[in-house]
């Protein structure tokens, strides 16, 4: 299968085509590099491989690459942790809708013109981010009142491109939404602007990353955002990978929303003590601090995974433990090289 993956060299994008070509498949990949800046991934030299620089609002360039694929996986956007919802409340709004509105258009061209069957969306957990129903399954984000931020009210939004798509246009859609992607890769965006988190400077605000840096820095106590009692569901690139290409290559997921998440709910306390004992040991002394939270720093995510699990056999299997085992390392030489 030949598909085409928008926002290619970002986070979930490094993992997602290494799965993809790990599996036979075809892929183009299209960036404008303007998040980390030119990026070189392992998989660059791969015959099976094609990048090709430019913006995912060009429409007719995308009309171009995707005229022979099968499918799409749009994942180009404005993205970045809860201090970017902030500091760009507006441009991640507008901006991220010139983006779907342009990958629609070459989706819906490629459909009546060439041999493409199919749109995978990424969307966000965030459109659950008023939800009050625990664990939230697909569907809530019709219910619960549509998100605060502007950032999660697009990503509502972009589903429902992939509805009036197909109602209109007879586009199928495939919708899928990530739960805290956890791995490595992840560097300090061009558009990231640093933030003080007690004695350290801080720019990327998620929550992973950046508690790793302060253990890793020393800080004691620890600086932690809000009450630390904040419940997230910790998912591995790798394993979002494998879900995200389920959905593309399993017919069951034809026109329908999948949550793709580990089952294990953690708090942020919790999260911040392992990290503690696995970079300073078990008996060191753990203590912290709660800094003021951000406005939109939702208190509870809790997935209903059932549904990926029964039709794709999908199952995130990476611990929370195991991930820490890869990100702590690569974050230790990132702060040495000065890119994170």
């Given amino acids: 299968m030949k598909i085409l993956v928008t926002g290619s060299t970002g986070f979930i994008g490094g ?64 993205i970045g942790g809860i201090s970017y919802f902030h500091t760009f409340a507006y441009d991640l709004l507008a901006e991220n809708e010139r983006i779907a509105a342009s990958t629609f258009d070459a989706a819906i061209y490629a459909r009546k013109k060439g041999q493409l069957k199919k749109i995978n969306v990424i969307s966000s957990s965030m459109v659950f981010e008023n939800s009050n129903i625990f664990p939230t399954p697909e569907g809530e984000e019709k219910n619960c009142p549509p998100s605060s931020s502007t950032y999660g009210f697009q990503k509502l939004a972009t589903e429902y491109f992939a509805k009036g798509a197909y109602e209109q246009y007879g586009l199928p859609y495939t919708i899928i939404r990530p739960f805290n992607c956890v791995g490595v890769g992840e560097r300090r965006a061009l558009t990231d602007k640093e933030i003080q988190s007690g004695n350290v400077k801080l720019a990327m605000s998620h929550v992973v990353p950046d508690l790793v840096q302060k253990v890793l820095k020393d800080q004691d106590p620890l600086h932690i955002l809000g009450s630390g009692n904040q419940i997230r569901h910790y998912t591995y690139g790798g394993d979002l990978a494998e879900g995200i290409r389920l959905c593309i290559e399993k017919p069951e997921a034809l026109n329908k929303d999948f949550n793709l998440s580990t089952s294990e709910s953690t708090d942020v306390l919790t999260l911040a003590k392992l990290i503690w004992e696995k970079i300073n040991g078990d008996k060191s002394l753990f203590r912290y601090v709660s800094d003021e939270p951000f406005q939109y720093d939702v208190q509870k995510r809790v997935p209903d995974v059932t549904k990926a699990n029964k039709l794709l056999g999908f199952n995130a299997k990476t611990t929370l433990s195991e991930m820490l085992d890869e990100v702590i390392p690569w974050i230790r030489e990132q702060i040495k090289l000065g890119s994170i």
Wanted: charged fraction near 30%; glycine fraction near 6%; proline fraction near 2%.
């Fill in 15 to 78: 993992y997602l085509i290494d799965e993809l070509l790990n599996h036979g498949h075809e892929v183009v990949g299209i960036d404008n590099f303007s998040k980390y800046g030119e990026v070189k991934k392992s998989y660059d030299t791969n015959p099976r491989y094609r990048f090709v620089e430019g913006d995912a609002k060009d429409s007719e360039l995308l009309k171009k690459l995707i005229l022979d694929c099968d499918q799409i996986v749009a994942a180009a956007a404005m």
